[in-house]
């Protein structure tokens, strides 16, 4: 028998050496692509579509497998480079809390050699209403307004003067001055959120302004000069238990109580120029928080209690809205001082602040970021439009 192999036998026998080539090959490609740095790596796009209203002032924070976040803005892209080949979880924080995201955090996406791939974060975000006062319609009066400066409608009856609202924590009752007694002074009056229920509070006289709830619910702290001098006092709601907190003759104003019920700061004049304090809830323990060279005032504690704004009024020029950590430290400005800006108030996700400043011999409401970033206009009628405040979360 011969030993040599047969033409068709040989032809057999390149066929299976050229599958066996083809099959052994990518697996040589691939161990091949281990070892190169350049097909061992990814890149990962995270992009971020932001629709609706009152947009946030703070980025997002973009994670991927749970490592330091990158900051990344409202409809923005961002690339992660290198990322190792595999799976990957990507997620995203930060959220304004008036903003949903479309779909899940944190996802998993398959990173490959050579390969862009793109998770899409779907943000919507949504108006959130606020109170301010406005003589739009004759007196100042009480108005419902959302934070992208819609759906504007009066609350109070528009017979008398109503200023300084104040949103009980529940969100089911507003304090506000009005001078609707007999007398003309202003007194502090409470109303359901309807506007309906309205009742007197204070009755002593001497103007009673700025009153601010206690956490609870069952005590309204407001400013009232009735003894002749400004001071803080405290009545419970139902007008009862009224009492005096301070009483330096220098003046004490614009209360504004701590959410655990601790403490109430509030701008005093007891040093010369009027700086910001705490105190505890008897009047006891207060203590000074600014050292400002110009007057300090209109304190308001953030939702979560870590934060007060503040404003600072210079002797010339515009005053300008601060925001510092409860215990003083750590203060940074808020407003350029192109406007004279003053009264701000918290959004209930502690993110932004709503103010009032004068702007072209007007007076209209703004929101900010409590970073000092995506001021808008909420207001822009000529007539005058004060102290706004944001309706709670709940109910």
């Given at each position: 028998?011969?030993?040599?192999?047969?033409?068709?036998?040989?032809?057999s026998?390149?066929?299976?050496?050229?599958?066996?080539?083809?099959?052994?090959?990518?697996?040589?490609?691939?161990?091949?692509?281990?070892?190169?740095?350049?097909?061992?790596?990814?890149?990962?796009?995270?992009?971020?579509?932001?629709?609706?209203?009152?947009?946030?002032?703070?980025?997002?924070?973009?994670s991927?497998?749970?490592?330091?976040?990158?900051?990344?803005?409202?409809?923005?892209?961002?690339?992660?480079?290198?990322?190792?080949?595999?799976?990957?979880?990507?997620?995203?924080?930060?959220?304004?809390?008036?903003?949903?995201?479309?779909?899940?955090?944190?996802?998993?996406?398959?990173?490959?050699?050579?390969?862009?791939?793109?998770?899409?974060?779907?943000?919507?975000?949504?108006?959130?209403?606020?109170?301010?006062?406005?003589?739009?319609?004759?007196?100042?009066?009480?108005?419902?307004?959302?934070?992208?400066?819609?759906?504007?409608?009066?609350?109070?009856?528009?017979?008398?003067s109503?200023?300084?609202?104040?949103?009980?924590?529940?969100?089911?009752?507003?304090?506000?001055?009005?001078?609707?007694?007999s007398?003309?002074?202003?007194?502090?009056?409470?109303?359901?959120?309807?506007?309906?229920?309205?009742?007197?509070?204070?009755?002593?006289?001497?103007?009673?302004?700025?009153?601010?709830w206690?956490?609870?619910?069952?005590?309204?702290?407001?400013?009232?000069?009735?003894?002749?001098?400004?001071?803080?006092?405290?009545?419970?709601?139902?007008?009862?238990?009224?009492?005096?907190?301070?009483?330096?003759?220098?003046?004490?104003?614009?209360?504004?109580?701590?959410?655990?019920?601790?403490?109430?700061?509030?701008?005093?004049?007891?040093?010369?120029?009027?700086?910001?304090?705490?105190?505890?809830?008897?009047?006891?323990?207060?203590?000074?928080?600014?050292?400002?060279?110009?007057?300090?005032?209109?304190?308001?504690?953030?939702?979560?209690?870590?934060?007060?704004a503040?404003?600072?009024?210079?002797?010339?020029?515009?005053?300008?809205?601060?925001?510092?950590?409860?215990?003083?430290s750590?203060?940074?400005?808020?407003?350029?001082?192109?406007?004279?800006?003053?009264?701000?108030?918290?959004?209930?996700?502690?993110?932004?602040?709503?103010?009032?400043?004068?702007?072209?011999?007007?007076?209209?409401?703004?929101?900010?970021?409590?970073?000092?970033?995506r001021?808008?206009?909420?207001?822009?009628?000529?007539?005058?439009n004060?102290?706004?405040?944001?309706?709670?979360?709940?109910?």
């Amino acid at each position: 028998m011969s030993l040599r192999a047969s033409p068709s036998r040989r032809s057999s026998l390149r066929v299976r050496h050229m599958l066996r080539t083809l099959a052994t090959g990518p697996l040589l490609f691939a161990a091949t692509a281990c070892h190169d740095a350049t097909l061992s790596d990814g890149t990962l796009r995270v992009v971020t579509r932001t629709t609706g209203a009152d947009l946030s002032a703070d980025p997002y924070a973009i994670s991927i497998d749970g490592g330091a976040p990158v900051m990344l803005g409202d409809s923005s892209v961002h690339a992660f480079t290198p990322l190792d080949i595999g799976r990957h979880s990507v997620g995203i924080g930060i959220l304004a809390g008036n903003c949903t995201l479309d779909g899940a955090s944190p996802v998993t996406t398959a990173i490959v050699p050579i390969g862009l791939d793109t998770v899409t974060f779907h943000v919507a975000c949504t108006a959130r209403p606020l109170t301010f006062v406005s003589e739009r319609g004759g007196p100042d009066q009480l108005y419902a307004i959302e934070s992208d400066g819609s759906d504007v409608s009066r609350l109070s009856d528009g017979n008398t003067s109503d200023i300084t609202p104040a949103w009980s924590s529940d969100g089911s009752h507003v304090a506000f001055a009005s001078n609707r007694g007999s007398g003309g002074n202003y007194e502090i009056y409470v109303m359901n959120r309807d506007g309906t229920g309205v009742h007197a509070v204070t009755s002593a006289g001497g103007f009673n302004w700025f009153p601010a709830w206690s956490p609870d619910g069952s005590r309204i702290a407001f400013e009232s000069a009735r003894d002749g001098f400004l001071a803080v006092y405290v009545v419970n709601a139902d007008g009862t238990g009224l009492t005096r907190l301070t009483a330096d003759p220098a003046g004490d104003e614009h209360p504004s109580w701590s959410p655990d019920g601790t403490r109430i700061a509030f701008a005093g004049a007891r040093t010369g120029t009027a700086q910001i304090y705490t105190m505890a809830p008897d009047g006891s323990d207060a203590r000074v928080l600014t050292q400002s060279d110009a007057a300090a005032t209109a304190p308001s504690y953030s939702p979560d209690g870590s934060r007060i704004a503040y404003v600072v009024v210079p002797t010339t020029g515009a005053a300008r809205i601060h925001v510092m950590a409860s215990d003083g430290s750590g203060d940074a400005v808020v407003t350029d001082g192109a406007d004279f800006s003053t009264f701000p108030a918290w959004s209930p996700d502690g993110r932004k602040l709503a103010f009032m400043a004068q702007h072209d011999s007007a007076w209209q409401v703004y929101t900010i970021g409590a970073n000092g970033a995506r001021l808008t206009a909420l207001t822009t009628d000529a007539g005058a439009n004060l102290f706004p405040t944001w309706k709670p979360a709940t109910p």
